[in-house]
Nanobody, 124 residues
Framework: QVQLVESGGGLVQAGGSLRLSCAASGRTFSNYAMGWFRQAPGKEREFVATINWSGGIRYYADSVKGRFTISRDNAKSTVYLQMNSLKPEDTAVYFC?????????????????WGQGTHITVSS
């Protein structure tokens, strides 16, 4: 079992930056690929970014490519999402998720564990 706790959400103006953190506990963190997903009000959950066990492979949704950066620190059992040039359409609840195995995935149903989510509101 893996427990995931996100932090770093809040209110930010358009063009601003935030960094989300997701702290993991319970199992060896490096055994898991990690992902960030988000869900806006009235919309389905969507993929944001994913990173493999070592941090050497990363993929992003087209909507955030060039603005968001996913990274991980296995010594701290933490995955991060640096979000720059934020837009009002980035407003959502952001979730981190852990996937058993080393490989990345953009599919939410391939993740085994989820955090409770953290709210991001980007004002125009």
């Amino acid at each position: 079992q893996v427990q995931l706790v996100e932090s770093g959400g809040g209110l930010v103006q358009a063009g601003g930056s935030l960094r989300l953190s997701c702290a993991a506990s319970g199992r060896t963190f490096s055994n898991y690929a990690m992902g960030w997903f988000r869900q806006a009000p009235g919309k389905e959950r969507e993929f944001v970014a994913t990173i493999n066990w070592s941090g050497g492979i990363r993929y992003y949704a087209d909507s955030v490519k060039g603005r968001f950066t996913i990274s991980r620190d296995n010594a701290k059992s933490t995955v991060y999402l640096q979000m720059n040039s934020l837009k009002p359409e980035d407003t959502a609840v952001y979730f981190c998720a852990a996937r058993v195995g080393p490989s990345t995935s953009a599919r939410g149903n391939e993740y085994n564990y989820w955090g409770q989510g953290t709210h991001i509101t980007v004002s125009s």
